[in-house]
């Protein structure tokens, strides 16, 4: 299935519309800001309650996001980033430093999302096996060169759409039409790479093992 011009057309349009209401906030307009939230605050909400699973928490962490957000808005440049990259970068090392906070890891967790353009499944969903999926892996990778060394075995495709998928937080549809590829392949090239990455990552962490029962 791919993406209708119409569906990236909207994309493209929701996105200078964000930039326009970001750049509107900058300046101190709270109505723009407020506007921001309204269509924004959905998305964020489940970037951070991928990683914070106390909905509670998380709920507390996205005002927080949002306090941040008002804050250091100016320093947002549209000709480096997407308007939706940079805030859910903030929401996303929001609940990270939460959970450093805590003295814990980081769990990524999918969660069922309103959202008619959002068809990711829920990674529980993906994989059939009872082992820890590959979200959970990449959250226990707690060597970054060895998350790093994984990625880099991805192909170009695989490495760019988890990137955006996982780490940038965009629906499979968003990410179709930030590639212009077709959704199926999108969803192809993800579901490939979510595989690799977790027999890869499960090697490294069985090495680390025998390593540390060696020494």
Not at 93 to 118: C, E, T
Not at 156 to 166: H, I, Y
Request: net charge negative; with cysteine; aromatic share 6%.
């Amino acid at each position: 299935m791919a993406v209708t011009p119409t569906e990236r057309n909207a994309w493209a349009a929701r996105s200078v519309e964000l930039a326009q209401l970001m750049s509107r906030a900058a300046l101190g307009d709270r109505g723009a800001f407020a506007r921001l939230y309204d269509l924004t605050s959905g998305h964020l909400y489940a970037v951070v309650l991928r990683i914070q699973r106390d909905r509670a928490l998380a709920e507390d962490l996205l005002q927080e996001v949002y306090v941040n957000v008002w804050r250091s808005v100016g320093s947002f440049d549209a000709a480096q980033s997407q308007p939706m990259t940079w805030l859910t970068s903030v929401a996303r090392n929001k609940a990270i430093d939460s959970l450093r906070r805590a003295q814990s890891q980081p769990v990524m967790q999918s969660v069922h999302r309103d959202d008619d353009d959002d068809e990711r499944p829920d990674l529980d969903q993906q994989l059939v096996d009872e082992s820890p999926g590959p979200a959970d892996l990449l959250s226990q990778a707690g060597d970054a060169r060895r998350l790093d060394t994984c990625m880099q075995g991805l192909t170009a495709p695989q490495r760019q759409s988890v990137a955006l998928a996982f780490f940038d937080g965009l629906s499979h549809a968003e990410v179709a039409a930030h590639l212009h590829q077709p959704l199926g392949t999108v969803k192809s090239w993800v579901r490939r790479a979510l595989l690799s990455l977790k027999e890869c990552l499960e090697r490294a962490a069985q090495r680390d093992q025998r390593d540390t029962v060696g020494a």
